[in-house]
C-alpha cells in the first residue's frame, strides 16, 4: 500500500483558513497512474472525497467545498495539499488523504472511495 502521512490540521474560526499537507511515498505503479484526493468524515457519516487531483494537473471538487478550497501538488507529485478558505462550521472533520491507481479525475462520483488512505488529521472550525 502507499503510504500517506497528513499534517496541517487544528482550530480555526469561522471564516479563517488552513492549509493540509499530504506526503505520499511507496507507490508500486508508475506514479503518473495515481490520482490523489482528499477525502472527509465527520461524525456519523461515512467518509467522502471533497477534491481530487491528478500528475496532469485536472483537478476535481465536491459541490460543498467548490470555491473555497483548492487542491495542489508540487513538483514531485508527491506532496499534495489542501488550501481552504472561508472555512464553515460544518467543514469540522477528520480530513484525510488517500490515493488510487485506478481512478480517472473524469469518472469521479459522489460516494468514490480510494484504495489507501492516511491516518488523517482533525480540522475543527469554531464560532
Known amino acids: 500500500a502507499v503510504q500517506l502521512v497528513e499534517s496541517g490540521g487544528g482550530s480555526v474560526q469561522v471564516g479563517g483558513s488552513l492549509k493540509l499537507s499530504c506526503t505520499a511515498s511507496g507507490f508500486i505503479y508508475k506514479r503518473s497512474a495515481y490520482v490523489m484526493g482528499w477525502f472527509r468524515q465527520t461524525p456519523g457519516t461515512e467518509r467522502e472525497w471533497i477534491a481530487a487531483?491528478?500528475?496532469?494537473?485536472?483537478?476535481i471538487y465536491a459541490d460543498s467545498v467548490k470555491g473555497r478550497f483548492t487542491i495542489s501538488q508540487d513538483n514531485t507529485k508527491n506532496n499534495v495539499y489542501l488550501q481552504m478558505d472561508s472555512l464553515k462550521s460544518e467543514d469540522t472533520g477528520m480530513y484525510y488523504c488517500?490515493?488510487?491507481?485506478?481512478?480517472?479525475?473524469?469518472?469521479?462520483?459522489?460516494?468514490?472511495?480510494?484504495?489507501?488512505y492516511g491516518q488523517g488529521t482533525q480540522v475543527t472550525v469554531v464560532s
Open positions: 487531483i491528478d500528475t496532469s494537473g485536472n483537478t
Open positions: 488517500a490515493t488510487d491507481p485506478r481512478v480517472r479525475i473524469a469518472s469521479m462520483i459522489t460516494g468514490r472511495q480510494f484504495a489507501d
